[in-house]
């Protein structure tokens, strides 16, 4: 618990119920350091995904420059396959374990955590196993990863790795303010970097071989993280060994399919998308979509940081998620739209590091179109968090998951008729959709404030920031 959480707590209990007096300068105190560790879990968050982000920018570009663009759309589709088999073997617990573990004590976090991640492991590497099988019979683009047991071997860790550390990175986030997450992500995008560098000059130089970069840099970031995740140093071995982590499982198992299902619907279709354009379009057209999309992925940070910072930082504290979401709604919907604006401007620009490839027409009006969704996602995303603030994760599921059948479909059907261009705005219109469903929930933010009086907790939780 934070040294503000505590504050708040004693504030709480000392102030007469129904006084309506509150002490403002401990108030401000409390709420500014809160709002200080807000802002800090979004610099983290900020600086992992402009990292990631510029070094992956980095990486594909060399890749686009010293690799087939057939070799580059097979490693693009297989990464693309490793990420959403990745999040569905993650199990939603990642944000379950952000939002629960504070409230354990240290023994029971450490048992929980371990127990997690045996079985986001078992889930990836049985995930990655049959597609690997399956990819024999889908396009030639997804073929080499199926193509002998070294790659199938390969894959299937890949997938099992991912689902470790993106898992790892969400459970950790609140506890260490995102400053981990921020290290491991950031060294594995460098080691993929030198690696891939590595890999062209002694010739290696396959799909598969890209993707490789992928599966050693997530195995080498691991330890970065290994406190979290070590076992814990009881004195009593019989009691080591009962302490399985069953009991902390249990204990949140009510929530787990919800949530699950909440964190595919959310997350898979942005990640599906390089998928279904290898499905639909050519190897070529493949790798102009996966860069235009990588390039867009720079202003998907907005819509990302602030709803993940916010969760983190209030867990189920739903009246200071409302007042903090009346900021960071319009203040993310005013920095998607100056950035859109800017990007559009300047595509080619843009585009141009990664070869004069992947600056002609269509790969110039696959990102114009992408970044739109930008706008979008940051009513998405809010909707989320609020629902899992308020423990509606069931409510939410089903809403979320029928736009992610709206945004396959359209996108697919769209790819299938119109190709990369299709595709993205079958998948954008889609998004859009969903935004002005949901926002009639979240204009209840400014709609449902809490009263000024009554007791003096309800207004010490009003205090702003």
């Known amino acids: 618990m934070s040294r503000s959480d505590e504050e708040t707590i004693f504030l709480r209990r000392q102030t007469p119920a129904g006084s309506g007096i509150v002490p403002s300068e401990s108030v401000q105190k409390a709420s500014g350091a809160g709002f200080a560790r807000l802002l800090t879990i979004v610099s983290s968050l900020l600086g992992t995904q402009l990292g990631t982000s510029l070094l992956g920018a980095v990486f594909w570009s060399v890749a686009a420059r010293t690799l087939s663009i057939d070799a580059v759309g097979v490693g693009a589709a297989a990464v693309s396959s490793m990420t959403v088999l990745g999040t569905i073997g993650m199990l939603g617990l990642g944000t379950l374990l952000m939002v629960h573990l504070p409230d354990l004590p240290e023994d029971r976090r450490l048992t929980l955590v371990r127990a997690c991640m045996a079985l986001v492991t078992v889930a990836g590497l049985l995930l990655g196993l049959l597609w690997a099988f399956c990819t024999r019979w889908l396009s030639t683009t997804l073929q080499p990863i199926g193509s002998s047991p070294g790659s199938i071997a390969a894959f299937s ?24 997450q921020l290290v491991r992500n950031l060294l594995a995008a460098i080691v993929r970097a030198g690696l891939l560098v590595a890999f062209v000059i002694v010739g290696l130089r396959t799909g598969m071989d890209l993707y490789a970069t992928w599966l050693i840099a997530s195995v080498v ?21 009962r302490q399985t982590g069953i009991a902390e499982l249990k204990a949140i198992k009510g929530e787990i399919a919800g949530n699950y299902v909440l964190s595919l619907a959310l997350t898979v279709p942005t990640l599906i998308l390089p998928v279904i354009a290898a499905l639909t379009t050519t190897p070529a057209d493949t790798a102009r979509f996966s860069t235009a999309r990588l390039a867009a992925s720079f202003l998907f940070v907005v819509p990302y940081a602030l709803p993940t910072a916010l969760l983190a930082h209030t867990g189920r504290a739903e009246e200071e998620a409302r007042a903090k979401m009346r900021l960071t709604i319009p203040l993310g919907l005013l920095i998607s739209v100056t950035l859109c604006a800017l990007a559009a401007s300047v595509t080619s620009l843009i585009l141009l590091p990664f070869g004069e490839a992947y600056t002609d027409g269509r790969s110039v009006a696959a990102f114009r179109i992408l970044i739109l969704a930008t706008i979008s996602l940051v ?7 609020l629902r899992r603030v308020q423990g509606r994760m069931a409510a939410a599921a089903r809403v979320i998951a029928c736009g992610t059948v709206l945004e396959i ?57």
């Open 379 to 385: 009513v998405k995303d809010h909707y989320v968090t």
């Open 221 to 241: 970031s691991l330890p970065v993280c290994y406190k979290y995740f070590r076992r814990p140093p009881y004195r009593n071995s019989r009691r080591a060994e």
């Open 157 to 180: 860790l890949g997938v099992a790795a991912f689902t470790v550390t993106t898992t790892l990175d969400y459970a950790i986030l609140r506890a260490a303010s995102g400053a981990i």
């Open 409 to 465: 479909a359209l996108a697919f059907g769209g790819g299938r008729m119109f190709g990369t261009t299709g595709l993205c705005v079958g998948w954008v219109t889609a998004v859009f959709i969903e935004a002005v469903v949901v926002a009639p929930v979240l204009l209840n933010v400014w709609r449902d404030r809490p009263q000024t009086s009554g007791s003096s907790s309800v207004a010490i939780e009003r205090v702003p920031g």
